[in-house]
């Protein structure tokens, strides 16, 4: 089955860390650009990062740059978000996502998102 | 950094035609995506590249992509397509998404 599955959520203190995991499956994960998306209970979505199929350049929202580090394991087929430094402002689901190969074809699979709650 | 501008609402008989609009700069340069969204679950695409439908998605689903305004309509709107839409774009490498609209089909 294709799919993409997140875990790694949890209740975390202010100032702590947190690793998230996303598990591809049913296709090339090698291939693929590959988003991680946040969204705040009762909020659109808002982009976080995102990092080439090569494991190479990977991009972040300002609001995570320097605190959040983004990356990938193509042998195992797995998405990773390391989160450090947390604050309360990104309590949110986390979602892993996979872009098209076309230019503005966007994303067009979602993982089912794992929750993070930064709270004292 | 680039703003996409959404209403936060719009409402829409069943049957009839409903437009959500998706505004931001010289946004015809750029690619638009769409996005629904229905409580509970993760977003789905509905609209890619401006005008594209996914394979799985109905036809009464249209997009377009002219001068600061992406318009997604849906004609023929049914009490399935009450949901959140989202638009989305690109600004330099990094992604960008409006900040929704609430459909509601009453």
């Known amino acids: 089955e294709v799919q993409l599955v997140e875990s790694g959520g949890g209740l975390v203190q202010p100032g702590g860390s947190l690793r998230l995991s996303c598990a591809a499956s049913?296709?090339?994960?090698?291939?693929?650009?590959m988003h991680w998306v946040r969204q705040a209970p009762g909020k659109g979505p808002v982009w976080v990062s995102r990092?080439?199929?090569?494991?190479?350049?990977?991009m972040y929202a300002d609001s995570v740059k320097g605190r959040f580090t983004i990356s990938r394991d193509n042998a195992n087929n797995t998405l990773y978000l390391q989160m450090s430094s947390l604050r309360v402002d990104d309590t949110a689901v986390y979602y892993c996502?996979?872009?098209?190969?076309?230019?503005?074809?966007?994303?067009?699979?979602w993982g089912r998102g794992t929750m993070v709650t930064v709270s004292s | 950094s680039y703003d996409l501008t959404q209403p936060p609402s719009v409402s829409v008989s069943p049957g009839q035609t409903a437009s959500i609009t998706c505004s931001g700069d010289?946004?015809?340069?750029?690619?638009v995506c769409w996005y629904q969204q229905k409580p509970g679950q993760s977003p789905v695409v509905v609209i890619y590249?401006?005008?594209k439908r996914p394979s799985g998605i109905p036809e009464r689903f249209s997009g377009s992509n002219s001068g600061n305004i992406a318009t997604l309509t849906i004609r023929g709107t049914q009490a399935m397509d009450e949901a959140d839409y989202y638009c989305?774009?690109?600004?330099?490498?990094?992604?960008?998404f409006g900040g929704g609209t609430t459909l509601t089909v009453l």
């Open positions: 996502a996979r872009e098209g190969h076309l230019t503005g074809e966007g994303f067009e699979m």
């Open positions: 049913g296709f090339t994960f090698s291939s693929y650009l």
């Open positions: 990092i080439r199929s090569d494991e190479s350049s990977a």
């Open positions: 010289k946004l015809e340069d750029r690619y």
């Open positions: 590249q401006d005008a």
């Open positions: 989305q774009s690109w600004d330099s490498n990094t992604v960008v």
